[in-house]
T-cell receptor
Framework: DQQVKQNSPSLSVQEGRISILNCDYT??????FLWYKKYPAEGPTFLIS?????DKNEDGRFTVFLNKSAKHLSLHIVPSQPGDSAVYFC????????????FGGGTRLMVKP | DAGVIQSPRHEVTEMGQEVTLRCKPI?????LFWYRQTMMRGLELLIY????????DSGMPEDRFSAKMPNASFSTLKIQPSEPRDSAVYFC????????????FGPGTRLLVL
């Protein structure tokens, strides 16, 4: 049973527009959420995170929103740039239980010039 | 800092052979994680260490898989004997502390078992 799901395997966006990547989770014990970005032939790199005590965290062009009641989080990229084209993974953890990351299946974002 | 270093980057071997993957975590990081990425199962945690001690190996698929961390700067993941279904990309990651959520990943080892 997948505890973290990214239902859209791919997303195509025009340069300059907003990219919205979605993630759903089922484990209500998760209290910390992260987004990782992965380019081909490289390992995932940390992008942004959010604690369950917040509903929004912003870092430059990247904003993560958390809706605990819906068990849903999203990553907004504004404006999107061609260099943002990558696979984005959502991950979740339970801080008091070893803090292990459970990853979603990833969404491939393509930003067209 | 050089980041997490993994070797080899690519490995092609025949079924039944022993495979050893290597990882050097970021200096000063106390926690180390081994992940496997496949099309079917995505990115899954195999085992993790804290202060060189294995904490949870419940993600290790079978007894054919073993991992060691003899010191703070080196870890190995061994598959013996290897099978075609072990073909995947294996990532090593490290974090400053077990309680620190941000894990830093290496570039991965792409393994192909023929």
């Amino acid at each position: 049973d997948q505890q973290v799901k990214q239902n859209s395997p791919s997303l195509s966006v025009q340069e300059g527009r907003i990219s919205i990547l979605n993630c759903d989770y089922t484990n209500s014990m998760f209290d910390y959420f992260l987004w990782y970005k992965k380019y081909p032939a490289e390992g995932p790199t940390f992008l942004i995170s959010i604690s369950s005590i917040k509903d929004k965290n912003e870092d430059g062009r990247f904003t993560v929103f958390l809706n605990k009641s819906a068990k849903h989080l999203s990553l907004h990229i504004v404006p999107s740039q061609p260099g943002d084209s990558a696979v984005y993974f959502c991950a979740a953890s339970v801080r008091n239980a070893g803090n292990m990351l459970t990853f979603g299946g990833g969404t491939r974002l393509m930003v067209k010039p | 800092d050089a980041g997490v270093i993994q070797s080899p980057r690519h490995e092609v071997t025949e079924m039944g052979q022993e495979v050893t993957l290597r990882c050097k975590p970021i200096s000063g990081h106390n926690s180390l994680f081994w992940y496997r990425q496949t099309m079917m199962r995505g990115l899954e945690l195999l085992i993790y260490f804290n202060n060189n001690v294995p904490i949870d190996d419940s993600g290790m698929p079978e007894d054919r898989f073993s991992a060691k961390m003899p010191n703070a700067s080196f870890s190995t993941l061994k598959i013996q004997p290897s099978e075609p279904r072990d073909s995947a990309v294996y990532f090593c990651a490290s974090s400053l502390r077990l309680a620190q959520e941000t894990q830093y990943f290496g570039p991965g080892t792409r393994l192909l078992v023929l």
